[in-house]
């Protein structure tokens, strides 16, 4: 076997899931049942699928159009957030659908001044 | 001014589960090295400072992965040749080498090896046995880290979370015959996720990197609690920038020269018969001196061991000095804590463990204010008024988690996070069934492969693209191991001669009782 990353869930789940990188960027994955999958093959749903980066008070910090076969990703975060969620939607002619809501994680700004202090 | 420093010093020892059977993979050879030129010296260090009524109060954090290797008789046996076949080529070397220098380095060497395996035939080859002699002496405090070694905020379930750190309380006490106080977590990472875990299994403190405090605020050279009432320290990293820093002591030009060694320099066929590898591997057998950090490998000059020793000496003082000035305008009692990998001092670092043997006697000698604690110590007279909540943070280079998650590793986690849950699906099927003792046989060690797999040193190997194939290797294995099982068990036919082939490899937590997990969290 080799490690290469698919969108095909072993577990025939649609689901994606949040990884905290640094204070600017985070990595996402994402699966999909083999139901989803084919839908996406078969062009029910546009290629790109969308990540809707929530902060911790639920608002929309940014969205990040990404090719859906691509399996990862990492998402630049626009601004400083205390956590982030990601909302997973698909795109066809009849809008957008939500497939999946991420875990939420943290991330602390407080680290970005560490460089300006002056000991004791 | 402050009247004392507080201070805690840690020696953090942590390595993945290495235990190969009919194989010799040269990553089994980080334990041996690391047993002979770091954990025995400080073991043989404490020792000595008892014997001269010198109480160190280091604080000892060992990994459940690295005990289970030190109580692992298959690695006792593979350790006791790989000193012999040491001293065989020190032997070999004596003979053909004639600059005096080198035939004195040679040696303190033979010496070095020979004091090895007589501490381990003192101990009948268990190191675990004088950690907990030493600990119950009151001399040191032995503290542990997540069961596998897993970077706590790049795992996706609590439910890990808390498998990873009750497995390693529970492996603890089994082990040390008392409650673990303290947790040092992996490469302390902390994610807030941990304190519920921390908290139900009664443990009294941890540690955060100074990445984790906003040092405009809150010094980091007190203690705090979180609001779930536990102890938590920050490590004082100006001390390990005497250290590893630009200007550190460890590229003093008199130091032995850590890469330069025999084994990248002497025919192959000839150092076959000693390493037992035909690869070109470090033979802790090294003639030469840093003498200047940008000259290259072979200009450097012949070691002198009673210099460099000497410079141990006078850098111990050099660093308990510029810690009494750092905090000559302190107010109050500041606890500063020294972090750092044991296998800094010996391995690494040759003088390293002189250095630690004059830190601890130079304080009493000279008379320094600085009061060393163990950290239970500390919190049993001092308990923090501070409330804080540390922020997600880790001791890598830029306080965060990149090392572990970037372009080249990345992969793992959803390979990860895809078994882990099918071992859920699995355990759930038979965790209120009547099983035989097969299935619980192949149940534990289902749970053991889950485990291994989640120690983060696989993704810092494919990082640094050293050893990047063995990491490889090991996360397939342990991939392909659980799911192998889980099959097995669904359809109802065990492999029983895998089954006993893989325990014996990967029996790392003989007590584990997967169970408990499912019960409670399921992962």
Known sequence: ?120 | MSSKINHIFILHAHLPYINHINSNYIEENWYFENVVESYIPILGMIERLSNDGINPKLTVSLSPTLCSMMENEILEKKLKRYIELRLKLIESETEINEDERIIALLDFYHKKYLEALEFLNKYSGDLITPFKLYQNQGLIEVITTPATYPIIPLTLNRETIDAQITLASNDYKERFSKDLNGIFLSECAYDSRVEPYLKKNSIKYFFVDENAVDKTKNSPYNSYKTDNGITFFVLDYLTSERIFGEYSYLSNPLYRDFYRDIGYERDMDYLKKFTLSDQRIPTGIKYHKITDVNKPLKDKEVYEIDKAFDQADLDSKSFLSDMIKRFENYQGDPVSVSCFNMELFGHRWFEGVAFLESFFRNIRAQRYPVQMYTPSEYISNNSSPYILRPSISSWSDNGFFDKWLNDKNDFIYPYLYEVTRKYIRTVNRFINSSISADVDKALKQLTREILLMQSSDWAVLINYDTHKDYAIFRLKTHYENALKIINDLNSGSLDFDFLKRIEQENGVFHSLDWKSFATKSSF
């Open chain 1, 1 to 120: 076997m080799s490690f290469n990353l698919t969108t095909r869930s072993i577990l025939d789940e649609n689901y994606c899931l949040v990884l905290p990188k640094n204070s600017c960027e985070v990595f996402v994955f994402w699966k999909f049942s083999d139901f989803k999958i084919s839908q996406f093959e078969k062009g029910y749903y546009l290629k790109n699928i969308i990540f809707r980066v929530l902060d911790e008070n639920k608002n929309t910090v940014a969205d990040v159009p990404c090719e859906w076969a691509r399996a990862k990703f990492y998402i630049s975060l626009p601004k400083f957030v205390n956590s982030i969620t990601v909302e997973l939607y698909a795109e066809n002619s009849n809008g957008k659908e939500k497939i999946s809501v991420s875990n939420e994680i943290n991330i602390s700004y407080e680290k970005e001044i560490k460089k300006e202090y002056t000991r004791i």
